[in-house]
């Protein structure tokens, strides 16, 4: 089954949502990486400044995940979704007008809690609404995000080429429309509201010892994804020198969506009837290995007479990586978010959701300083250390999961659980959880 005969077999919900990760993505990354240069050039902020502002947006959003998935519980999902779009729009409309620091910093603060509030609804509004389909429903969530992800800057450097104002009011008219969108199509769901308080839910959450140990396992996915836009395009831009850099890192992200959209739904398919555990284990050493290829490669190359075609020659070992690790997160990522609702039921699925990628983002945080310090103490992006370090990342995520394969600790697709469950006090009464 293709891509969009698989699209079409989802309720209208599922499909809604999908296509609002794509235009969201298109909306957010037309705008956010042509940011520093506004702040720094047109507004002439400090570094120090434009550092400060960066922080606090990414800080508003991964901190704040938990707060939005336990709104989407208590609340429900489609309320949270439809304002934390309508947040965003605010917050990129007032950078459209903003000149000062204050203005900004808001405009910071509010597209960053947005994306903390619709993340983990979307996510749990996908999850309830495709059931035992989670995984292929989420395999699209990736396609259609990284389409997004990949038309963002093209759109972006165009728009940015006329004013970055213009850019900031497209990107904000994208997320007024997708407010819209959601507000008159998105049906609304009834609340499963359990009887304990939004503490209690958190208490719940961080006393489920194998979710905990789930999410410790799995925080490596998306601080190793992450890498693409750090690791990775500093090492694109080192082998193609300051002449290519700008296509050469174009070329990454293109090479990655091609093929997430030619492989998502195959991988996926491949590993659906197969153990949860080792095909996420596959996939997290799939992806620390990917970044190996460039150290090892630089070595090889390092010869080049130089020209159009040693460019491209020293570029590909970088593009074959991103390849790599684009594999290594298809085989992963639909598998992760099929099962987090799998260890939450029905009733706690955002406040799980918002957990996990709370305790992904603070390990993105500290995996890609560590990685940054590796690249400035020992000799660049192309060295062994930072490569090394990325690739142990991945191989002690996979023997971690390997280790809660084989306890029996992972949910099944079908909803039962590992050796045994157990009804833990304070839990709503139709929920068990694995300990």
């Avoid at 037309?30 to 400044?49: C, M």
């Avoid at 509201?193 to 410790?216: P, S």
């Amino acid at each position: 089954m293709n891509t969009l005969a698989l699209f079409r077999t989802f309720p209208l919900s599922v499909r809604l949502l999908l296509v609002n990760q794509l235009a969201g993505n298109t909306g957010f990354y037309l705008l956010i990486p042509f940011l520093a240069d506004y702040l720094l050039h047109d507004l002439a902020l400090s570094a120090a400044t434009v550092g400060v502002v960066l922080g606090v947006r990414n800080l508003s959003q991964q901190g704040l995940f938990l707060v939005g998935g336990s709104a989407a519980d208590r609340l429900g999902a489609r309320r949270v979704i439809v304002v934390g779009a309508a947040v965003r729009a605010a917050g990129f409309g007032l950078f459209a007008v903003g000149g000062s620091v204050t203005v900004v910093l808001l405009a910071a603060v509010l597209t960053g809690f947005a994306g903390a509030l619709f993340n983990p609804a979307v996510r749990s509004y996908i999850a309830l609404d495709s059931d035992d389909r989670a995984a292929d429903a989420f395999a699209l969530f990736n396609i259609f995000g990284n389409i997004g992800s990949a038309l963002g800057p093209v759109v972006g450097t165009v728009l940015v080429s006329i004013g970055f104002r213009l850019t900031a009011v497209v990107a904000a008219g994208i997320f007024l429309a997708l407010t819209v969108a959601q507000l008159v199509l998105l049906p609304d769901r009834p609340v499963a509201r359990g009887t304990t308080t939004v503490a209690g839910d958190v208490v719940t959450v961080l006393t489920h010892r194998v979710f905990v140990a789930f999410a410790l396992a799995l925080m490596a996915m998306f601080a190793l994804q992450s890498q693409i836009y750090f690791l990775l395009t500093l090492q694109a831009r080192r082998a193609a020198g300051a002449g290519g850099a700008a296509i050469a890192v174009a070329a990454l992200f293109l090479t990655e969506t091609i093929i997430i959209l030619l492989l998502q739904v195959r991988i996926t398919r491949a590993f659906g009837t197969r153990a949860r555990g080792p095909a996420m284990a596959t996939g997290m050493a799939t992806m620390g290995a990917a970044f190996l290829v460039p150290p090892i490669a630089s070595r090889v190359l390092e010869s080049g007479t130089g020209g159009a075609l040693s460019t491209i020659v020293s570029v590909a070992p970088v593009a074959l990586a991103a390849s790599i690790l684009a594999v290594g997160v298809m085989t992963v990522q639909p598998f992760v978010n099929e099962l987090i609702p799998r260890f939450s039921g029905p009733h706690l699925t955002g406040t799980y959701y918002g957990a996990f990628y709370l305790v992904a983002g603070v390990f993105t945080v500290t995996l890609t300083s560590a990685v940054g310090a590796a690249v400035d103490r020992f000799g660049g992006p192309l060295a062994w250390w930072p490569a090394l370090l990325c690739a142990a990342t991945g191989s002690l995520a996979a023997a971690a999961v390997t280790v809660l394969h084989r306890r029996g600790a992972l949910p099944t697709p079908d909803g039962t659980s590992g050796p045994r469950t157990v009804l833990v006090k304070g839990d709503c009464d139709d929920d068990t959880h694995q300990r």
